[in-house]
T-cell receptor
């Protein structure tokens, strides 16, 4: 089963609103965690990452903190823009033999209105 | 190249037709992954190559799916006798050795529609 769970969308916000997209994971140990973003018609782009517990990843005004106590990696942004409208995917690395593959959540659609 | 390149960008296939999807990874990237992304879903792992060796094909949904990377660079995902449930975006990702903790670079994908 899927070991990354993120809040369902769509999330609709007005410009300059505060954003939170929740993500929790199940894993043995402390895998690296990621947020990827997919703009309409495009592939996945790495937004930010955290490689160990208590790390904070940040990029383009987005932040996420690796919380081992709650096994969470929630994505936040203080003031969203229309250009942030996209689908956001939370992911973790799955260490398995020769394959260190990414396991993704189902994605959360963010729509920012002017 | 500067990024991961996939072709074609869009492919429409009649049910029962064979298709071949191409991935050009970033030069020097040892790791190469194929993912399948159904509409409204997150990407699902299909297969993994380390150089030319296919080390994991546990995600391939049936024996109609076949992937190769004969020279350790370009990879091809082939789907034989396509079915409607194969309709999805197929994503390729690559990464340098030992950098799994820093994420992989994805291509823009090939959107396959089986009619």
């Amino acid at each position: 089963g899927n070991s990354v769970t993120q809040m369902e969308g769509p999330v609709t916000l007005s410009e300059e609103a505060f954003l939170t997209i929740n993500c929790t994971y199940t894993a043995t140990g402390y895998p690296s965690l990621f947020w990827y973003v997919q703009y309409p018609g495009e592939g996945l782009q790495l937004l930010l990452k955290a490689t160990k517990a208590d790390d904070k990843g940040s990029n383009k005004g987005f932040e996420a903190t690796y919380r081992k106590e709650t096994t969470s990696f929630h994505l936040e942004k203080g003031s969203v823009q229309v250009s942030d409208s996209a689908v956001y995917f939370c992911a973790r690395i799955n260490y398995g033999g020769a394959t260190n593959k990414l396991i993704f959540g189902t994605g959360t659609l963010l729509a920012v209105q002017p | 190249g500067a990024g991961v390149s996939q072709s074609p960008r869009y492919k429409v296939a009649k049910r029962g037709q064979d298709v071949a999807l191409r991935c050009d990874p970033i030069s020097g990237h040892v790791s190469l992954f194929w993912y399948q992304q159904a509409l409204g879903q997150g990407p699902e792992f299909l297969t993994y190559f380390q150089n030319e060796a296919q080390l994991d094909k546990s995600g391939l949904p049936s024996d109609r799916f076949f992937a190769e990377r004969p020279e350790g660079s370009v990879s091809t995902l082939k789907i034989q006798r396509t079915q409607q449930e194969d309709s999805a975006v197929y994503l390729c990702a690559s990464g340098p050795p030992g950098q799994a903790n820093y994420g992989y670079t994805f291509g823009s994908g090939t959107r396959l529609t089986v009619v």
